[in-house]
């Protein structure tokens, strides 16, 4: 009898080499790498094993966790599952990237993990009629259709060729034709999918495309002035990323209607040309049969691919020596709609009262602009933003009217208010 069972274990043991070399096409550590925070085993797909579990796949693969039998010659379990542990750790799971393929990934003394890749159009040469036309309805005017072009173009390049890549300025789109052509052109191309950074727990790191839409943006409210500027630092973040955090791949873009309430949330960057913001009037009568020139622009996009990535170059006068390659764009009709909502636009209201040319010190113009007025009008004015902030904002917009003296007296000359139209 016990010849008989130690014949049926060397039979077993047989089967089990046998299983264990079949499977050696898997690699060292048969496609499964170990997530350290997690304490969990993360096959290439995705899947994910506990210790458990993993443990009974590899007692699958022929592996044994008895002594007995690994004496007798079958592989250690125990030494496998050590070994993925230590020579096959991550640090983070990533579903998509936007800058990264497929595979193991490291950063700054780190690894991560992408388990899949964000489709990505195959160029093909051809007609592209359908999106120039889109992009003649919607951008009118050359100068601002060149600049998108331009944007696209980098923006593309980093995506399809992720060695090219370079930041982007945040675009804000304004007006009807925003929300299609960041749905339709923008998402479409780099890879299908977008981030809404207004969203709480948006992921950052998975999509390659940053898209505000815009009905997150209505009244703007303090609440939304406060995100469009997160979403901002967000994307100046990504273009300043460092080997020591999870590098972040993107190009921003956010949609706003074209009224009053909603573009003041750009009306605080009307005089910070430092920051990396470009702002562009998409204009659109709509068509009614949207869905029909949805499918028209998909199909052309292969088209429009190749011939960004073959036939065109951008303006001359747009390049700039800058990490985003191309200069900051804000068109003046957006920058004059938001200009008119400003605490600015409002103060040089009053201001225009004053007559011919007059030098005055800060708090003159605070004390003459509350008798004038009202003392409690020009506080909610002067509550965000201080006097001097303002008066420097008019300087930089109206330097023919408004002067600092120099010295630290803050003494203002003011010419020729009377006659000084606010829109420009």
């Not at 050696?24 to 499964?32: A, D, L, S, T």
């Not at 579990?53 to 699958?60: C, D, G, P, T």
């Not at 925003?178 to 479409?188: G, H, K, Y």
């Not at 390659?325 to 709609?337: Q, Y």
Request: include cysteine.
């Amino acid at each position: 009898m016990r010849k008989k069972s130690t014949v049926l274990n060397k039979i077993r043991r047989k089967n089990q080499l046998a299983k264990h070399e079949s499977f050696r096409n898997e690699g060292v550590n048969h496609g499964f790498f170990h997530w350290k925070d997690k304490g969990r085993f993360v096959k290439e797909t995705g899947s994910v094993f506990t210790p458990h579990q993993f443990e009974y796949f590899l007692r699958s693969r022929g592996y044994s966790f008895a002594d007995a039998e690994v004496k007798l010659g079958l592989p250690d379990g125990r030494s496998k599952l050590l070994e993925i542990i230590e020579d096959f750790s991550i640090d983070r799971l990533i579903i998509t990237s936007g800058g990264w393929l497929r595979g193991i990934h490291q950063y700054g003394g780190r690894k991560a993990l992408v388990i899949n890749d964000l489709p990505r159009i195959e160029a093909i040469a051809g007609d592209f009629r359908p999106i120039k036309n889109l992009l003649d309805e919607v951008f009118p005017e050359q100068i601002e259709r060149e600049y998108f072009l331009a944007w696209l173009y980098l923006g593309c390049q980093g995506f399809y060729h992720l060695e090219k890549f370079c930041p982007g300025q945040l675009l804000v789109l304004v007006g009807d034709g925003s929300d299609f052509v960041q749905r339709n052109l923008i998402t479409a191309i780099f890879g299908g999918r977008s981030t809404n950074s207004f969203h709480q727990g948006a992921g950052l790191v998975e999509n390659y495309s940053w898209a505000v839409p815009s009905v997150s943006i209505n009244l703007g409210s303090k609440k939304e002035r406060e995100q469009f500027a997160f979403f901002l630092e967000l994307c100046e973040t990504a273009s300043k990323r460092t080997d020591e955090y999870l590098p972040l791949y993107s190009r921003g873009s956010i949609c706003l209607k074209h009224n009053v309430e909603c573009v003041q949330v750009l009306e605080k960057y009307l005089f910070t040309p430092e920051v990396s913001l470009s702002v562009l009037s998409c204009s659109w009568s709509g068509v009614e049969d949207s869905v029909a020139l949805s499918e028209q622009v998909r199909l052309a996009l292969p088209a429009f691919i190749w011939h960004l990535q073959n036939e065109y170059s951008i303006r001359a006068d747009l390049i700039a020596d800058n990490p985003c390659k191309i200069k900051d764009f804000f068109v003046s009709s957006v920058k004059n709609f938001a200009f008119l909502g400003s605490p600015e636009c409002e103060f040089l209201g009053y201001l225009r009262q004053l007559s011919g040319e007059k030098s005055l010190e800060e708090s003159e113009i605070q004390t003459l602009m509350e008798v004038a007025v009202s003392k409690s009008a020009i506080s909610k004015l002067t509550r965000e933003r201080s006097l001097g902030s303002i008066m420097a904002s008019l300087a930089h917009r109206y330097p023919q009217n408004f002067s600092l003296a120099p010295g630290d007296n803050k003494v203002w000359t003011l010419k020729d208010l009377q006659n000084l139209k606010p829109v420009t």
